[in-house]
């Protein structure tokens, strides 16, 4: 007889363990949905995860706030992940990210249909992100943005991105270049540079990233220190 939370705006969950079909159940009856939350891991989501990112962005119509972590986002990206979704998160304003990996394929394309599926969005943060620097990053991954277009993905409202754990491999440096060259309101990329990484490097990435080529004249990128 459960109909649903009809007044629900805001719905976090943080390691509960929950399955794909029961989630999507529960937050397709939160019709005033604006904020959602999953973070997890294989222990926390359980049984088999095959919907899709489609499944899930057309069951949150009006989310403005949306935190994920990384193993929940590749699990609705399981199937092939189209470039570009029939359906956006049109009102979404802030994309919380945590734990993302731009080391493989999978992971990587699953992040960016996240990221590239909020049009209208104002703030990013990725927060933690995954590097391990014994693994090495995939070929695939490695040659990701010169074998995708996005050049259709236009963000006319990002004004603040803050990236953590940040490194020199080459999938998040062109990652930060497709975020210069398609946010025309941009203003600041904060960035704070994983502990490990020598100040040399550091040094280097700075003068690699200032010349990348900006669709906003004030954008900034601040460099820090954990």
């Known amino acids: ?8 705006i805001r719905l976090d969950f943080e390691n509960v363990g929950i399955n794909a079909d029961v989630l999507l159940r529960l937050i ?8 959602f939350t999953l973070i997890g891991d294989e222990k926390h989501l359980k049984g088999c995860w095959n919907s899709d990112y489609v499944e899930l962005v057309e069951d949150l119509p009006h989310i403005e706030f949306l935190r994920m972590s990384s193993y929940p ?3 609705f990206a ?14 979404l ?4 990210l945590s734990g993302l990996c731009f080391k493989k394929e999978n992971a990587l394309r699953s992040a960016l249909l996240c990221i590239t599926s909020s049009p209208n969005v104002e703030r990013i ?12 990053v995939s070929q695939t991954a490695m040659n990701f943005f010169e074998l995708q277009d996005y050049a259709y993905v236009i963000f006319d409202y990002l004004r603040k991105i803050t990236i ?12 930060v270049k497709l975020i210069l060259t398609n946010s025309p309101m941009l203003k600041l990329i904060f960035i704070v540079i994983d502990e490990r990484v020598a100040v040399d490097d550091e040094v ?18 601040i460099f820090e220190r954990p």
Do not use: D
């Open 164 to 175: 953590t754990n940040f490194t020199n491999m080459k999938p998040l440096m062109n990652f």
């Open 93 to 96: 304003k802030y994309l919380y």
């Open 204 to 221: 280097e990435m700075l003068k690699e990233l200032i010349q990348y080529p900006r669709a906003s004249a004030r954008a900034q990128i």
């Open 78 to 91: 399981t199937s092939l992940a189209p470039q570009k979704l029939p359906a956006l998160l049109v009102r």
């Open 28 to 35: 397709s009856n939160c019709p005033l949905l604006a904020a």
């Open 125 to 136: 943060i990725m927060e933690q992100m995954h590097h391990n620097p014994t693994e090495p």
């Open 73 to 75: 986002i590749q699990c």
């Open 1 to 8: 007889m459960f109909k649903g939370f009809s007044w629900l």
